[in-house]
């Protein structure tokens, strides 16, 4: 029997970090810089390039060579999430309960997104908190169990326009809360008008609490005494859109799932699909969108998160606090379920994600005999080539 060999996944033809280089001038003569997104912007550029130093790939085989540089490792990043997401993903493996989980997505209207802009933090922080005290309670409430969860924070739409929400993977049940009894909800989690609704008031209860003391003295839309309490009327009004499917049931399956969306960011550089001169053209959900590379850069730096915030988060039963006690009682009740029962109650049907063809897949294979592979050697010193 033979196997195809695999090909080295192809460089993309575009990189943020060209339009960085080719438009960043132009960018900060129109507006200053964070001191995030300054760094962010340095990293980028400095990324697998001869600044930071790296090894040389010489091929076992055919003796083919080429420099391989180190990575920025910064978050933002496209080109350094793939080993961080691999790690994460082997750490979060210990943890994961054997069991089906769903995929909740809680989105914030799009009338507090200049709020959330203004006091991106605090208003970021706000979001988890009513999202997973939404999820906390009516597990309690509703289906009589605590819940496991882990949340991720995303704040862009695919044409990189400012969009905050968090994506959550929630259990299919729960031990009971008495902790005697493992209670699975595989096909139908929590109605989804309902965790719209109680999200909404959690929300705007945070946003209270941030305007009383005082976290959003000088934006605009609150210099008139009524600001505040318009916004307020506005977004009790309108319907808090949650979205909820269920993913994948093997722990293995939910992991490359989630793994997608904890280490993904604004956009690839494989989305970014044409330039021409001063345009830079994306792929997005329904075709491509054109926009000029000043404005590339806009859009971009808005994604840039505050220094240190922690943007996967986890809940419940997957809680830190929760690893030794509710965790480690809930992971014995389910292998004692599962030597019962030859059938797993809280698995989905669905079959695995296709990552195999993931951008982030490293080869150590030639790309030019395509046999041998690469090995790391040390670069030639400036001294060697003189």
């Not at 460089?11 to 507006?31: Q, S, T």
């Not at 989305?271 to 850069?297: M, P, Y």
């Not at 294979?365 to 790391?376: D, K, N």
Request: hydrophobic share 40%; proline share 6%.
């Amino acid at each position: 029997m033979s196997c195809a060999a695999v090909l080295p996944v192809a460089r993309p033809a575009f990189e943020v970090a060209d339009i960085v280089r080719d438009f960043g001038a132009a960018f900060r003569r129109e507006r200053a810089l964070t001191p995030e997104q300054a760094e962010v912007f340095r990293a980028i550029t400095a990324c697998r390039t001869s600044a930071l130093g790296g090894h040389l790939d010489v091929c076992n085989r055919c003796g083919f060579s080429q420099p391989s540089y180190n990575s920025c490792r910064n978050r933002h990043c496209p080109k350094c999430q793939g080993a961080a997401q691999r790690a994460w993903i082997n750490e979060r493996a210990k943890r994961i309960l054997p069991v089906g989980h769903f995929h909740v997505v809680f989105t914030v209207p799009d009338v507090l997104h200049r709020l959330a802009a203004f006091r991106r933090e605090e208003v970021f922080a706000a979001l988890f908190a009513a999202a997973s005290e939404t999820l906390l309670e009516l597990g309690i409430s509703r289906l009589g169990a605590d819940l496991g969860f882990t949340m991720v924070l995303h704040t862009w739409t695919r044409d990189l326009r400012f969009h905050p929400h968090v994506h959550a993977i929630v259990s299919a049940g729960g031990p009971s809360l008495d902790g005697s009894q493992w209670l699975s909800h595989p096909r139908f989690l929590l109605p989804v008008r309902v965790l719209g609704a109680v999200f909404r008031g959690k929300m705007l209860d945070e946003i209270r609490r941030l305007h009383a003391r005082g976290a959003f003295a000088g934006f605009d839309a609150f210099l008139d005494p009524d600001g505040f309490d318009r916004l307020m009327a506005r977004l009790a009004k309108k319907r808090w859109v949650v979205y909820a499917k269920r993913p994948f049931g093997r722990p293995e399956h939910v992991l490359a799932y989630l793994g997608r969306y904890t280490h993904r960011v604004g956009i690839s550089n494989h989305r970014i699909v044409a330039r021409h001169g001063d345009l830079v053209t994306i792929a997005t959900k329904i075709g491509t969108a054109t926009i000029h590379g000043v404005e590339f850069l806009r859009r971009f730096v808005q994604h840039v998160l505050p220094k240190r915030f922690v943007k996967i988060r986890h809940y419940g039963l997957y809680a830190s606090s929760h690893v030794d006690t509710k965790l480690a009682a809930s992971r014995a009740q389910l292998a004692a379920l599962s030597s019962t029962s030859d059938d797993d109650p809280s698995a989905f049907e669905g079959s695995p994600p296709d990552i195999s063809s993931s951008p982030v897949t490293a080869s150590r294979l030639c790309p030019q005999c395509l046999t041998g592979s690469l090995i790391e050697a040390p670069l030639p010193s400036a001294l060697d080539s003189s």
